[in-house]
T-cell receptor, first 114, second 116 residues
Framework: AQSVTQPDIHITVSEGASLELRCNYS??????LFWYVQSPGQGLQLLLK??????LVQGIKGFEAEFKRSQSSFNLRKPSVHWSDAAEYFC????????????FGTGTQLKVEL | GAVVSQHPSRVICKSGTSVKIECRSL??????MFWYRQFPKQSLMLMAT?????????EQGVEKDKFLINHASLTLSTLTVTSAHPEDSSFYIC????????????FGPGTRLTVL
């Protein structure tokens, strides 16, 4: 069965510093990968997705992620974090496009220090 | 991106009553809608998948008679929590999928259910 691991439960960074959130997956074929962000009491907003093609994908709000098949990873990065980026971040894996159900990681809570 | 709404955003009910939560795709037709449950500080757990006009498919361990799902149209799915109890208190989130392989699931803002 497929699985998603987000090793970091909490991360704290200073505003303006760079950010990398880790995501590792387990799946026998090429997965569809997503990063979502959730603010307190809110639903999920899609930051970016990888289906195929270029392994470096750009998303909204200045985020990017790189798919590395050899490492089974899809880490999320941002060169300069803003205080408004503080939120919960979820990595998710889909098996065959958006229609199939998603498997979520446990999430990483990002705190931004001013 | 596409917009998915949920209503109500918050609901408080007494134990033993039933509560209905609506999920609507506002600007696209949703072939499939998903219902998730999220406990505090935890990830989303898929409860069920519903396709328009057919019965929902429930994940293992989810009581289908307790969590009734209806997907009567391509823009509306409802989740009814029947005979709610305090342990049903949670954050319920729906998502909608438009139906092509490159589409993404779009999530609603969630419904906070508190059962007293």
């Amino acid at each position: 069965a497929q699985s998603v691991t987000q090793p970091d439960i909490h991360i704290t960074v200073s505003e303006g510093a760079s950010l990398e959130l880790r995501c590792n997956y387990s799946y026998g074929a090429t997965p569809y990968l997503f990063w979502y962000v959730q603010s307190p009491g809110q639903g999920l907003q899609l930051l970016l997705k990888y289906f195929s093609g270029d392994t470096l994908v750009q998303g909204i709000k200045g985020f990017e992620a790189e798919f590395k098949r050899s490492q089974s990873s899809f880490n999320l990065r941002k060169p300069s974090v803003h205080w408004s980026d503080a939120a919960e971040y979820f990595c998710a894996l889909g098996l065959a496009g958006g229609g199939n159900k998603l498997t979520f990681g446990t999430g990483t809570q990002l705190k931004v220090e001013l | 991106g596409a917009v998915v709404s949920q209503h109500p955003s918050r609901v408080i009910c007494k134990s033993g009553t039933s509560v209905k939560i609506e999920c609507r795709s506002l600007d696209f037709q949703a072939t499939t809608m998903f219902w998730y449950r999220q406990f505090p500080k935890q990830s989303l757990m898929l409860m069920a998948t519903s396709n328009e006009g057919s019965k929902a498919t429930y994940e293992q361990g989810v009581e289908k008679d307790k969590f009734l799902i209806n997907h009567a149209s391509l823009t509306l799915s409802t989740l009814t929590v029947t005979s709610a109890h305090p342990e049903d208190s949670s954050f319920y989130i729906c998502s909608a999928w438009g139906g092509t392989s490159t589409d993404t699931q779009y999530f609603g803002p969630g419904t906070r259910l508190t059962v007293l």
